[in-house]
């Protein structure tokens, strides 16, 4: 089966460092990406992983360990307009088809 | 700017009426098309999955003959909502796979946001 697991709120202060974790478990795994979506608008892209690691883009990185179904999406240096969900999501090898998680809800408080 | 487009952004229309989404993207060919519907405060639900010059695969539970896909292109697909009812209204995003400066990657569209009076 797939299953995709991940907090369901957080909240951090501003200028703060947070860290969203996700699990997974799927059948065939080709890659994980996380998203970011503000009420009432579309996901926006983030990172994609496939291979073990960190990746960083800016105030944003995201680490992948397959071998541990596990990823995080580690935010810095906290703004204000980071108050969104994050959508953490792994795609099947199968279909490409995204099996999301069910977001997790960030609040930045000043 | 934007990987993915969507058109039109806002449809109102009366019940019974046909309404065409075109999702569009920009700077890479997409491979695969995917159609999700939101309904607030909810998940994003897979409707179906376009792959260019073949029929869409359609999610269990989503009527294919109401909600028409067609994958003309590499960079476009549409969805038309046939005979739209109050029921379907709700917001609609496409999204785009395929591979983008050497990565492979999934954009979403900005959505389109459909109210059925």
């Known amino acids: 089966g797939q299953n995709i697991d991940q907090p369901t709120e957080m909240t951090a202060t501003e200028g703060a460092i947070v860290q969203i974790n996700c699990t997974y478990q799927?059948?065939?795994?080709?890659?994980l990406f996380w998203y970011q979506q503000h009420a009432g608008e579309a996901p926006t892209f983030l990172s994609y992983?496939?291979?073990?690691g960190l990746e960083e883009k800016g105030r944003f990185s995201s680490f992948l360990s397959r071998s541990k179904g596990y990823s995080y999406l580690l935010l810095k240096e906290l703004q204000m307009k980071d108050s969104a969900s994050y959508l953490c999501?792994?795609?099947?090898?199968?279909?490409?088809?995204?099996?999301f998680g069910t977001g997790t809800r960030l609040q930045v408080f000043p | 700017g934007a990987v993915v487009s969507q058109h039109p952004s806002w449809v109102i229309c009366k019940s019974g009426t046909s309404v065409k989404i075109e999702c569009r993207s920009l700077?890479?060919?997409?491979?695969?098309m995917f159609w999700y519907r939101q309904f607030p405060k909810q998940s994003l639900m897979l409707m179906a999955t376009?792959?260019?010059?073949?029929?869409?695969?359609?999610e269990q539970g989503v009527e294919k003959d109401k909600f028409l896909i067609n994958h003309a292109s590499l960079t476009l697909s549409t969805l038309t909502v046939t005979s739209a009812h109050p029921e379907d209204s709700s917001f609609y995003i496409c999204?785009?796979?395929?591979?983008?400066?050497?990565?492979?990657?999934?954009?979403f569209g900005p959505g389109t946001r459909l109210l059925v009076l």
């Open positions: 999204s785009a796979s395929g591979r983008r400066n050497a990565q492979e990657t999934q954009y």
């Open positions: 799927t059948s065939g795994f080709n890659g």
């Open positions: 992983n496939v291979l073990d």
């Open positions: 999501a792994v795609r099947d090898l199968n279909t490409d088809k995204l099996i």
């Open positions: 700077d890479f060919q997409a491979t695969t």
């Open positions: 376009s792959n260019e010059g073949s029929k869409a695969t359609y």
